[in-house]
């Protein structure tokens, strides 16, 4: 076996590139561990859970508008009403005042995910075939 020199030739265009691909790697895998690491405190939980106001949302039934309004400090839901029932509305579905306070009630004295039904319900829904 003979042994020869080798002569290895590095042209600059392809250094430059190796260079700047390799400072890259470096400053890409710096920024990650600075962006998941945890550096900052988190800030403390305001105690609020709501924003205080009145909210008003409205929809339709039988061309007719009605609207619920719904009164918030920051820590309870204080009052949910209907707001410009019109007369004929509330003569079409008797029942949607009474629906609406008993609703309320609950909400207000529970929590929301806590609502009860007062009879046995059943839905329908389509089967699936």
């Excluded at 920024?31 to 929809?59: N, R």
């Excluded at 008797?94 to 529970?110: D, E, G, R, V, Y």
Aim: aromatic share 8%; charged share 15%; net charge negative.
């Amino acid at each position: 076996m003979s042994k020869k020199t080798k002569i290895v030739v590095f042209h600059l265009k392809e250094l430059i590139y190796t260079a700047v691909f390799a400072g890259l790697g470096v400053l890409l895998v710096i920024l990650l561990c600075w962006m998941f690491s945890s550096h900052e405190k988190p800030e403390p939980v305001q105690e609020t859970i709501y924003m205080p106001g009145v909210y008003t949302a409205g929809f339709t039934m039988n061309d007719s508008a009605i609207e619920v309004q719904v009164v918030v400090d920051s820590n309870h839901i204080n009052d949910i009403s209907f707001v410009n029932l019109e007369e004929s509305v509330a003569t079409m579905y008797p029942l949607m005042q009474p629906a609406l306070s008993n609703i309320s009630q609950q909400i207000m004295s529970h929590s929301l995910w806590t609502i009860l039904h007062t009879k046995p319900t059943t839905s329908t829904r389509p089967r699936s075939l």
